[in-house]
């Protein structure tokens, strides 16, 4: 979409060399506009170059809106000057305004969650921490142990940060279509947050953006339409929190040594499963970690809210484990599915891949 919308770009700017034809040369394609002075075909040449460069910007990721807005007022201006000949133009314009106003919100939106995933990362220790032995883990299950060992985390430096790229796609109801996404995570292990964002291709030039939060025990969830018009905006909600809870205990999978946490107790199911709970600040959350024989990680199910409204009620929910992949010496669930087993019915509304994972890092991407 992004090479369409250049295009448009592309197409639009040329049409305004037409007012600059006019005022500085005699063709046949002059004598279908009124009269047009030597200024205004100036101007009509200026807006033609504007919209190539935001064409250009919009390919190499530059922040293009701001020269996009002010090509789009110059070009509406010019349409209204020459109105019964280019009067249809304002429909691009339109376009491109829409447009430009998103991408302007999503630009608002990731500056907002990049200075959380700052404030997450800053302060945290990342240099001569403690290499983890064998000795550090007897206290934990069994199980447990196997899982750090098989993981490759002995011998490793304890991880304080993370820092990770997903990709993969969602739904939000069970026969809802499949959406695309991106996202990046950011997580304080030592006083355990995490700050989640995603881009979600709902539609043709149309993004969905959500950010997903947890920081001192709080769970916080925004999501937005195209960055701009608001769709989720919840907090100070303790079903959030719990949700927020639940959802850090599931993905400490990806960085394994977190199991040593002073806020993490477990508890023997049988052998091939133990109970972690992650209290912080008067709240607990549990949730169920089962493994194969060799200590890799199968699933992790919990009760947890099916949203964060008064009637959202404790449901099942697991993640499944579909494939592993060594990062940094470290071997993690890379690839994995999150299914509500709802009464109605499985509802497997999330499967991603982590692409691209880091420890001890406090950089944002």
């Not at 922040?63 to 000949?85: E, M, N, T």
């Not at 009067?87 to 314009?93: A, E, L, M, S, V």
Request: glycine share 6%.
């Amino acid at each position: 979409m992004k090479s369409a919308f250049s295009f448009i770009l592309i197409i639009h700017g040329l049409i305004h060399l037409i007012g600059y034809v006019k005022a500085f040369f005699e063709t046949d394609i002059s004598k279908q506009l009124v009269g047009v002075s030597k200024p205004i075909g100036s101007i009509w040449l200026v807006t033609f170059i504007m919209f190539i460069v935001v064409s250009i910007q919009v390919q190499t990721g530059k922040k293009w809106f701001y020269l996009g807005l002010i090509a789009v007022l110059a070009s509406q201006i010019l349409i209204i000057l020459a109105w019964s000949d280019a009067k249809f133009g304002t429909i691009t314009n339109i376009v491109i305004l829409l447009v430009s106003i998103s991408a302007f919100a999503s630009d608002r939106f990731d500056a907002l969650v990049e200075k959380e995933s700052k404030q997450i990362v800053q302060n945290i220790k990342t240099k001569n921490l403690p290499i983890i032995s064998e000795n550090d883990i007897v206290h934990l299950p069994q199980i447990v142990q196997k899982w750090i060992i098989n993981s490759g985390s002995i011998g490793n430096p304890i991880v304080q940060s993370v820092r990770l790229k997903q990709i993969g796609n969602m739904r939000t109801k069970p026969n809802s279509k499949w959406m695309p996404f991106e996202a990046t995570q950011y997580f304080n292990v030592e006083n355990p947050s995490f700050v989640w964002q995603t881009k979600v291709a709902a539609l043709p030039l149309i993004n969905i953006h959500g950010r997903d939060k947890l920081k001192d025990g709080k769970g916080e969830m925004l999501i937005k339409l195209a960055g701009l018009l608001p769709l989720v905006k919840a907090s100070d909600n303790p079903k959030i929190d719990s949700s927020a809870m639940h959802r850090y205990l599931a993905e400490i999978c990806w960085f394994p040594s977190a199991a040593l946490s002073n806020y993490l107790s477990w508890e023997i199911i049988n052998f091939n499963a133990a109970k972690g709970t992650f209290t912080y600040k008067d709240q607990s959350v549990s949730g169920i970690f089962t493994f194969n024989d060799k200590g890799d990680l199968i699933t992790f199910e919990a009760k947890r809210y099916y949203g964060g409204s008064e009637n959202s009620k404790l449901e099942k929910w697991q993640i499944t484990v579909e494939a592993y992949r060594v990062f940094h010496d470290i071997k993690i669930p890379y690839k994995s599915n999150v299914t509500w087993k709802l009464k109605e019915g499985d509802f497997n509304w999330l499967n991603l891949e982590v692409v691209a994972i880091d420890y001890n890092s406090t950089v944002i991407y």
